[in-house]
């Protein structure tokens, strides 16, 4: 009897092309060879498959080759979700997350650890959250389905548009019904200026104060543009409609983007874009605008930018796409001033309004929100320094005390929401806990 010897890559060839003209897919052979902590989401496996490149293309909300009954199984909370909270105005991001990231704060979890069968237990304290950026009001939606009656929702704008929105949305909580749902009070106000603007809110039942102690159990931040904004022209915000070139959050006070597209010299123009924008063609995008004067449109800002840019590029990050999305967003901080509005609400406004062991949680969308969120949560200060994290005898830190506690790393939405929701692709989020002072 003759004994043939295959050698070993020779015989995983052979089981390869078993597998293959057996009429499975190669994305079947993996699945045998995954690790028992594998998902079980068939869908979540061909994704590990296909590997990081493929990934991104589909998270960049190109079509899959799934099929229409697949798509509705694969997706399914999230459709439903975006369904129950989601609007025309705005769709909420990573709103699961954010819930789970509130319902950590102290009194919260107070509550759901008590045992109520117990007689004689004290009332419930009412729990307070704040929605500092408003919007449509989805993230308030969700919210206010996680709270009890007595408990209260502040949500803050300051665009009267948004308020507006988000009230009629919020109706029932709005105090007809106090004694059977928790409540949602509107706030016409910037995030930065709510340490003082709260303690001061009247609770529009009892007349009484809605803070006794000036101080909330969670806040959340949902930074950047809503849906209702970019798509709405008049908004200017969006280049891909031609609209005026305003950018204004407030759009009845302050300068607009024309105004600093048409006042600012080269170098400044040039400065913005690059420190808000990183945008590497910032200093032929400058000077196509100042030759450009006046610019009245958001097609006319597009049409400088098309000058220097162009359509196509190899790398993603040099086509004329993806600059227009720097030179908007830059323009858009700048007439909204929302750095400093971001550092003022981290550095004094979160921390003067949350009570220890509250929780901050803030969804940031470009690497300067980040970047600021990062280093309040972690060190404590905006300014860049070294982490050093000595400790005395007792094992407390030595130094300028830490306001918060960051609880974990940033965490990005997943491969599913970014199908469901493509403005998800880009956010990232943040918790952390308020410490005793």
């Known amino acids: 009897m003759t ?14 092309s078993f597998v ?9 052979f993996s699945g045998v060879l995954r690790s028992p902590s594998s998902s079980s989401n068939p869908h979540t496996n061909a994704l590990r498959f296909l590997g990081t490149s493929k990934r991104r293309r589909m998270s960049r909300g190109r079509p899959s080759s799934l099929s229409m009954s697949d798509e509705k199984e694969h997706h399914g909370d999230n459709e439903d ?3 129950t909270f989601g ?9 699961k997350e954010c819930i789970a990231g509130l319902q950590g704060c102290d009194r919260y979890q107070l509550r759901v650890n008590k045992d109520d069968k117990t007689e004689n237990n004290p009332p419930h304290e009412p729990v307070v959250f704040v929605d500092g950026t408003l919007g449509g009001g989805g993230h308030s939606s969700a919210i206010l389905q996680s709270l009890q009656p007595g408990d209260v929702l502040i949500g803050c704008d300051v665009d009267s548009d948004a308020l507006k929105t988000a009230s009629d949305r919020l109706a029932n909580h709005l105090g ?14 910037n995030f930065c200026e709510l340490a003082s603007v709260l303690p001061k809110l009247k609770h529009p039942i009892t007349d009484q104060p809605i803070l006794p102690d000036g101080l909330v159990d969670g806040i959340l931040m949902d930074l950047g543009v809503s849906s209702y904004q970019i798509d709405t022209p008049e908004r200017g915000f969006a280049f891909m409609k031609d609209g005026p070139l305003d950018m204004r959050m407030m759009n009845d006070r302050g300068l607009t983007a024309a105004n600093l597209c048409n006042e600012l010299d080269e170098k400044e123009l040039e400065r913005i874009m690059k420190t808000y924008g990183d945008e590497p063609r910032a200093r032929a995008i400058a000077k196509s605008i100042f030759q450009r004067r006046p610019l009245h449109t958001t097609q006319d800002l597009v049409a400088a930018v098309a000058d220097v840019t162009p359509e196509f590029a190899k790398q993603r990050r040099f086509g004329r796409t993806a600059s227009l999305a720097r ?5 858009r901080i700048v007439v909204n001033e929302e750095d400093k509005v971001l550092d003022q609400a981290l550095s004094e406004m979160c921390p003067n309004l949350l009570r220890p062991g509250g929780r901050l949680v803030v969804l940031s969308y470009h690497s300067m929100e980040d970047r600021a969120t990062k280093r309040i949560m972690r060190d404590g200060t905006l300014k860049p320094t070294k982490q050093t994290y000595e400790k005395d005898l007792y094992g407390n830190l030595i130094g300028p005390p830490r306001p918060f506690r960051a609880l974990g790393k940033a965490r990005k939405a997943t491969v599913e929401e ?6 998800a692709r880009s956010a990232k989020l943040r918790i952390a806990e ?4």
Not at 87 to 95: E, G, K, L
Not at 418 to 423: K, L
């Open 3 to 16: 004994i043939l010897i295959v050698p070993p890559i020779v015989s995983m060839m052979m089981i390869f």
């Open 87 to 95: 609007s025309t105005y705005h769709a909420p991001v990573m709103w």
């Open 418 to 423: 970014v199908e469901v929701n493509p403005r």
């Open 81 to 83: 979700q975006t369904a």
């Open 176 to 189: 007809s019904n106090h004694e059977s749902l928790p409540l949602f009070v509107p706030v016409r106000s």
């Open 434 to 437: 308020r410490l005793k002072s």
């Open 20 to 28: 293959t003209t057996t009429g499975r897919s190669s994305a079947a």
């Open 327 to 331: 030179v908007f967003q830059s323009f």
